[in-house]
């Protein structure tokens, strides 16, 4: 399984950022953010039909979807505050939404979104 995240970089606060990751194939899907010296917190998580949850610290800032035939996931970034600083990665699983790293089998490299006020 590969995946691939990119669209991170250096914004103003307020500003908006979209994270596509394309995945080899079809799975559940999550993404997941970390600073350094945290550990890597849930941001959301998408089923195969495109139902999201949302971590409470970005619930109606940011929005998740799929494009299934490109089997890639989006992570929509508006309102962007400093604290949404981190690398941002994306997690893929064959089984249920988890909002545990231990839920998701594969993961991509990372993107780093910077958020600057």
């Known amino acids: 399984v590969r995946l691939v995240e990119s669209g991170g970089g250096s914004v103003q606060a307020g500003a908006s950022l979209r994270l596509p990751c394309a995945a080899s194939g079809r799975y559940t899907m999550g993404w997941f953010r970390q600073v350094p010296g945290k550990d890597r917190e849930f941001v959301g998580t998408?089923?195969?039909?495109?139902?999201?949850t949302y971590s409470d610290s970005v619930k109606g800032r940011f929005t998740m979807s799929r494009d299934n035939a490109k089997n890639t996931v989006y992570l929509q970034m508006n309102g962007l505050k400093p604290e949404d600083t981190a690398v941002y990665y994306c997690?893929?699983?064959?089984?249920?939404?988890?909002?545990?790293?231990?839920?998701?089998?594969?993961w991509g490299q990372g993107t780093q979104v910077t958020v600057s006020s």
């Open positions: 998408i089923t195969l039909y495109g139902s999201p």
């Open positions: 997690a893929a699983t064959n089984g249920a939404t988890s909002t545990e790293t231990q839920g998701y089998n594969y």
